[in-house]
């Protein structure tokens, strides 16, 4: 056996062992002591982990299935999928189809380029006043609703004058009125975040501008809401809450934005990579394989609508518990501008009680439902939940939640 596998060669070999595994319920290979392969598509299918992260965050168990099937070679290439070049057809084809799949998604118009880049969401924070500002003197509006947008709008500072449509806060809370919003009459671009990740504050409308070209990170909740893609200049989402894993951000421009200032890298030349078809250097091949998988997966399941019917289900489970909890879990959010995808609470008061919340994470745990920890700035506790979150894993972390107040207030 070992002379046959030595002569089939190691990657023979492992392709071997990936397609008995679908057949086989375990396979496990010791090559020597230190390297133990096991390939088990039955254990991963059925891992009742519950990963309520928010980012990177679950990833659609077909999409991992596929993923696995294909990993050691890929499309009968002989080679596994992280080694194809990104110059040749097999990657070329990746590319179009995840393009393909995103604009049937949402029904991007010919006039919009989609381009793949690296530099996450954090990357887009300069991509966008680099692309869309030509001078230093260019005026920006940013609505400041959280972390994302706030960190966005300082960086941004550094090549433009940023103008805080609204007034600053130290506690967010939600989405001021449109009426207190002080839009300037000279802006090269209106930004806001669609979701912010860490407080728990979504917008469910698209900011009016006037004409002025809208900009939208929609990093924690792209894929979730129906869009009219026209209404906007730029959308930009890190792949991995609703999308797939880190390294690629994909960003949706309007064609005739991102002239840009000299000094932009051309890394984050919105021109430049719409022309090379996000080829201009080496993408994060694999990273954009896996969003390409679950594109797919949402237009299986019903595209966008289909998505945003199953957040609001899932979500109103969890907030219909906070609400009947009697303050035992607190929310500071506005009840009009709660996120349906990352819900931050404390629990025993308004402050959180630290014992309880402790208690309420390690009970969490010992059930398989992880990462509910809230972010260090605001603490507490946060669910996050993406498109790859199940109604039934929201329907046991919501039992849990009802069984955790019962015993503990
Ligand atoms: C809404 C939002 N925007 C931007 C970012 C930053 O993304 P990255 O860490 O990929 O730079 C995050 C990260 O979680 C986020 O939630």
Not at 46 to 74: C, D, I, W
Not at 132 to 143: G, K, N, R, T
Not at 321 to 348: C, E, Q, T, W
Request: with cysteine.
């Amino acid at each position: 056996m070992l002379r046959y596998l030595k002569g089939l060669g190691i990657r023979r070999f492992l392709s071997f062992c990936d397609l008995t595994c679908i057949e086989k319920e375990v396979c496990s290979v010791s090559l020597n002591k230190t390297f133990k392969l096991n390939f088990s598509n039955k254990t991963m299918a059925s891992s009742k982990t519950m990963n309520f992260a928010p980012g990177p965050a679950k990833v659609p168990e077909e999409v991992l299935e596929q993923a696995h099937r294909e990993f050691f070679n890929y499309n009968n290439s002989g080679i596994s999928v992280v080694e194809l070049t990104h110059r040749g057809v097999d990657y070329g084809k990746i590319n179009d189809e995840a393009e393909a799949a995103l604009r049937e998604l949402y029904q991007i118009p010919p006039n919009y380029k989609v381009l793949f880049l690296q530099g996450g969401g954090t990357g887009q924070f300069a991509a966008v006043p680099l692309n869309l500002c030509s001078s230093s003197d260019d005026v920006v509006d940013y609505i400041v609703t959280g972390t994302w947008s706030s960190k966005a709008a300082q960086e941004a500072e550094k090549y433009c004058k940023v103008n805080r449509v609204v007034p600053k806060t130290s506690v967010y809370t939600g989405i001021p009125d449109q009426s207190e919003w002080k839009l300037s009459n000279n802006a090269k671009y209106v930004y806001y975040c669609a979701n912010e990740t860490i407080h728990g504050i979504e917008f469910d409308f698209v900011p009016e501008t006037n004409g002025v070209p809208l900009v939208c990170d929609m990093s924690s909740n792209v894929l979730t809401r129906p869009i009219d893609v026209t209404k906007f200049g730029v959308i930009f989402a890190g792949a991995q809450k609703n999308a797939g894993i880190p390294g690629v951000t994909f960003v949706i421009v309007r064609e005739d934005l991102g002239k840009g200032m000299p000094i932009c890298p051309t890394v984050f030349d919105y021109k430049i990579n719409a022309a090379n078809k996000s080829l201009y250097n080496t993408p994060p091949t694999y990273s954009v394989y896996i969003l390409g998988l679950v594109f797919k997966w949402v237009l299986s399941k019903g595209g966008v609508p289909a998505m945003d019917k199953h957040s609001a289900v899932k979500s109103s489970l969890v907030y219909e518990v906070l609400d009947a909890s009697n303050g035992f879990y607190h929310s500071v959010i506005k009840k009009g501008n709660r996120s349906r995808m990352n819900i931050p609470f404390r629990i025993g008061g308004p402050s959180g009680n630290d014992e309880l919340e402790t208690k309420f994470l390690n009970e969490a745990k010992a059930r398989k439902m992880i990462s509910l920890k809230g972010h260090r700035s605001v603490g507490g506790i946060r669910i996050s939940l993406f498109n790859a979150i199940t109604l039934d894993e929201a329907k046991a972390l919501v039992e849990f939640l009802k069984e955790f107040q019962a015993n503990n207030q």
